[in-house]
Each structure stands twice: as structure tokens, then as C-alpha cells.
């Protein structure tokens, strides 16, 4: 039995790490890790479409309200305060802009990639006089909110670093990709190299691991396929911030949802991972490859991101192909 379990392992991990040894960016790990102070504590947590009896706005009109740029600017004024209330994504592209903005001072990303890079949520205004919003996988901010691997597969589009990942397999027959395909045991996973692995700053999708809390496969699922009655994505997006002395895994993001949304939002939180079934990792190495995003309109689509709304779950071959992972 030992051996069969090592050779799982094994399976497991030739496909899910590459070195990260020496392929780091401080001064952009610093810079994003900086720019969550300049976002508010909590401000609450919604993903609602309409404004309530808890929140006055939406998460999409504080982005819409943070990003202000008009046609001849040469870059954008972001107020992490008008960015509430939030959800995770929201969180994640929020800081990702913040600290773009922190890092170029000399300008190298172009007017035109800021534009590209505004959040199109529906809300008419001079760069967008039609009032357009962008689906998951459509345009820039349609890539940050999308299902999976999203940051990953945009860093990868732009060629401005790289992502590890990892997978501890899936517990149930039913959504196992292949048959030798095995669950790995707690300690084989806290053991994972990916734990050690990951840089203070690099962006991190969690894939939550609802086996023991829920009975279901969830974390193994990649995407929404819109089927009633299949298992989903149970995900979130956030930054990493390290791993706490007792070996839970530290994150920033929009954290909720909860009893007491209102209360909710941006701030730290810690899971073991054990909580996690599987993760993506994306490290920035070259901020300067956002001016790329002059390419990549506001009706842009990334198809692979754009199908994990409601169309199709992804395969963990298909995210190692879209996130450019070895």
C-alpha cells in the first residue's frame, strides 16, 4: 500500500510544479503586498446586482466609481475606498490596478492598455458612452472576475510571469479524470512542495476542498458548466501572503460571504490546506507586459474563460494548457 500511495503522489506531482527558484520580482512582490494598505478594512461583502437595505451600491458601481479616467488621460485615478463593498475577485483586480499604478512610474504602460483596463460593468460614461459590460472571460476586468484559473490565464496571455498549481486529486469516483487518479492523504498534502513554493505577493486561486464539511467533490470541479445537479467550482481569489508558524496558509482578498456581510470585505484570512483541494499560484516577473493589454479591447474574449460561465467545466490538462504551466 505504501507504494501505491508514493506513486500517486508522484503522478500528481509531475504535472502540477515547476521550479520557482530564483524567478522572482521583489520589487513587484513588495509593491502589491504595499498596496493593500491603501484599501479600506472590510467595507462589506456583496456580489448582488442591485442595490439593498445593506448596501447603497454595488460591488460593480464602487469599481465603476474607483476607476476614474476620462478619454485624454494618460492613466487612470484609482480610490480604493469608493471599491466597496466587494467580492473576491473584485479585491484581487482592485489591488492588481492599485499596484500597476504604484509600480509605473515611468509610465511604460500606455494610455491606451489603462483604458483597456477599466472595469466595464454596465455604466454608461465617456469611455464607455454605450454602457457595455463585460462578461466573464470578456475584456480585461472579464478575465479577473471570470471562473478558474482567471489571473493565471491572463498573466499568461501577457506573458508577464508564470503559475504553479497543484492538485490533490478527487475523492469521488464520479469525478475522477482518470482511474489511477488518487486523493492524496492530509499529511501527503501539507507536504505538497507547492506550500514552499509560493513568494509572499504572487496571486492565488483556492479551489476549496468541501470533502470532510459538505461531502462533495467541489474543489475539484474547474468552471460553472450550467447543468442543475452537476458539482461546481467552489472558488476564490486572493493574494498570498505567507504560510503562519503553525502552517496555515495567510491570504488577502474580499472574504465573505457570512451572517453579517456588512462586516465583511477586505481583510486577511488563514485556512490549513487541508481546506484546499486545489490551487494556482500566478507570480508577476514583468508589470511592463500590462501595457499589452492595448491589445485586448473591451469586447476581447478569452474562450476558454468565457466557457467556464455556464458552459463547460475545464480538465486539469485543459487549465495546465490555458495558465502555460509544464
Known sequence: MKKIITLCTLLLLVVSVVSAQGRVNWQWQRTIVAAIDKFPSRGGYYTGGRPNATFAKTTWRGLHDAYQMRPGDERPRFDPMQARPSFCSSATYALLVQALLDYDKNGVISAEAWRNMKPYVGIKDSLNPDGIGQDDGVGF????????????????????????????????????????????????????????????????????NRNETRGHDGGAIVGYDGVKGHLQEAGHSVVFLGMSNDGRVVYWSSNGPGADPAHMGYSVAMCDPTAIQRVVFTRILRPEQFDRVRDMGPTDVNQYLYDLNGRAHSTTSQLLDAIGAK
Open 141 to 208: 476586468w472579464g478575465r479577473c472576475n471570470a471562473n478558474g484559473p482567471a489571473l493565471a490565464v491572463l498573466v499568461h496571455e501577457l506573458d508577464a510571469g508564470f503559475s504553479l498549481t497543484a492538485f490533490r486529486g478527487a475523492k469521488n469516483d464520479s469525478v475522477k479524470e482518470t482511474p489511477g487518479e488518487c486523493y492524496l492523504t492530509d499529511e501527503e498534502w501539507r507536504a505538497h512542495p507547492i506550500w514552499r513554493q509560493a513568494v509572499r505577493g504572487d496571486l492565488m486561486k483556492i479551489f476549496w
